[in-house]
């Protein structure tokens, strides 16, 4: 996944190609594909480097601990996706794998508090020291920055360690 992001920022990078136009574009009908297209998105190479680190991370934690990361990887797209879409200002248009990289570090933290198991929960105290500063994205008040993608992101990855835990008792 990451190498088609970098591969689509650079395709996005050539004189008179725009992709970022297709992201996730508030409660209009052209903004629907956004849901899906906007992880692989980005507002340049800046934006692309500040994500891909997390996203390697977090990704390879949920792939490695968990072995769902296909189902989190999706779930999280599609649920944080929508709720941007249906929730966040009108007019606006929201890119980046930041979604999703508040959605895994979110789901890893929620794995570990309702699996208890050890290694899960050594994997959520990782992710919450590494990674706690986060929680100031899901707030609003930084210009350019899509906090609804990082606030539904983050429930959505919430949700999925709920909906995939292994025992729901």
Known sequence: MLAVMWGEE????LPGVN?????IQPRSAEGLIGVVTAPFLHGGFDHLIA???AFLILGSLVA??????WP???GV?????LATWLLAGANTNHIGASGLVYGFAAFLVAWGVLTRKLLSILVSVVVVLMYGGIVVGVLPGQPGISWQGHLFGALAGVLMALVLRPDPR
């Not at 992709?19 to 992201?23: F, S, V």
């Not at 797209?77 to 996706?81: C, K, W």
């Open 64 to 69: 490695l601990t968990t072995k769902r990361f």
């Open 19 to 23: 992709l970022d136009q297709y992201g």
């Open 10 to 13: 650079i395709v996005d990078s």
């Open 77 to 81: 797209t599609l649920i944080g996706g």
């Open 72 to 74: 989190v990887t999706i």
């Open 51 to 53: 994500n891909s680190g």
